[in-house]
């Protein structure tokens, strides 16, 4: 069970930005089997996000039924100030509450491109999206959570997760822009850390591998190779599944005192070995 109801006798709610597919319904699909409500975010495809409304509500009749408990999509870019600001009003004013922000929308490169020949404008577009995007979404849920404080269902209190990647560290001189954004989402997540963890919020930092995604099918060949070759230690891909459980131990509470941690999703990748 992701909470206990004690005093609060309602579902915790959480945002998961990106969660039309990928990861993001990964991570919806594990919380809505743990009993909280979703706002499902995209921001573009409305079919996708409203399948992963449709399996959220799927798992969540299959685990135990929970009064209050529903789904609902939003649709924002996330690089835009005003339309994020409009996702944060509707979110709260439909829910009511927000218990959970995970920051995992995000983009690749529209044109895998070698550093010497990178474009500007693919630079800016990722920075704006996989950097800007949800450090300021995070600015803005903070600021209401702290000026309007309402009791909180999660054990532990409220929490924000970003989803990096292990390109926050390894570099790929095909794809810079990409682990430059990635890099700095990175230490977004340790600045909010720092920042909310005396206010009572904690901010953690999800890390994921080589993951099994839509965004991967063009390169899957290449990875396959990889893994066979043993860069993965357990020996797969990673899967939206394996995300999901991550951030849903987060949210209910297993790592209380590891604020600003950064949990490895990897299978191991990120092991130095000779």
Known sequence: MAYSLGKVARPP????????????RGIAL???????????????????????????????????????????????????????????????????????????AGMGPRVRADILDASEES???????????????????????????????????RKVVFVTSISAETASVNRGDYCMSKAALSMAAKLWAARLAPEGIQTYEIRPGIMFTDM??????????????????????????????????LLEGAFPFSVGGVFDVDGGFHISRL
């Open 123 to 157: 630079f800016e577009e990722l920075m704006r999206t996989n950097v800007q995007g949800p450090f300021f979404l995070t600015q803005e849920i903070a600021q209401h959570w702290l000026a309007s404080p309402t009791e909180c269902p999660l054990s532990g209190g």
């Open 216 to 249: 991967t099918s063009g390169v899957k060949a290449k990875y396959d190779a990889l893994i066979a070759q043993g860069i993965v230690p357990q020996g797969r891909w990673g899967t939206p599944e394996d995300v999901g459980k991550g951030v849903r131990a």
């Open 30 to 104: 594990e919380l809505a089997h743990a009993g909280f409500s979703i706002a499902i975010h995209y921001s573009s495809n409305e079919a996708a996000a409203s399948e992963t409304l449709t399996h959220c509500e799927t798992a969540a009749n299959q685990s135990e039924m929970i009064p209050g408990r529903r789904f609902e999509a939003f649709r924002c870019d996330l690089s835009d100030y005003a339309q994020r600001h409009t996702l944060v009003a509707d979110v709260f004013g439909s829910f009511g509450n927000l218990d959970a922000l995970v920051n995992n």
């Open 13 to 24: 709610v959480a945002l998961v930005t990106g969660s039309s597919r990928g990861l993001g």
